[in-house]
């Protein structure tokens, strides 16, 4: 069973910087595609950026420029580097990790969330 579990999240003024982390335990991170997502009050869960094993990074067009997704498979963590945040950035972040199970089939697992809000 894999655990996710972010931390990095907190209150942060417009035009600021917030680095999240999300660790994974288990021994399939670095055969995963991982992603970060957000749910803002009111509204669905979005993608926000995932990167394959592979290294290939994905964006939402309202965070290309501001936001960079990276991995580090000797500890099992992706990170999301947010810069120029904005109100509407704020929600509580989710990382995703997907499992390749073969055949197109795919296990996904989620960490609880980690609040960001951007505010003066």
């Known amino acids: 069973q894999v655990q996710l579990v972010e931390s990095g999240g907190g209150l942060v003024q417009p035009g600021g910087s917030l680095r999240l982390s999300c660790a994974a335990s288990g021994s399939i991170f670095s055969i995963s595609v991982m992603g970060w997502y957000r749910q803002a009050p009111g509204k669905q869960r979005e993608m926000v950026a995932t990167?394959?094993?592979?290294?290939?990074?994905n964006y939402s067009n309202f965070v290309k420029g501001r936001f960079t997704v990276s991995r580090d498979n000797a500890k099992n963590t992706v990170y999301l580097q947010m810069n120029s945040l904005k109100p509407d950035d704020t929600a509580v972040y989710f990382c995703n990790l997907r499992e390749p199970l073969g055949l197109g089939t795919e296990r996904v697992y989620w960490g609880q969330g980690t609040q960001v809000t951007v505010s003066s």
């Open positions: 990167l394959t094993n592979g290294g290939r990074p």
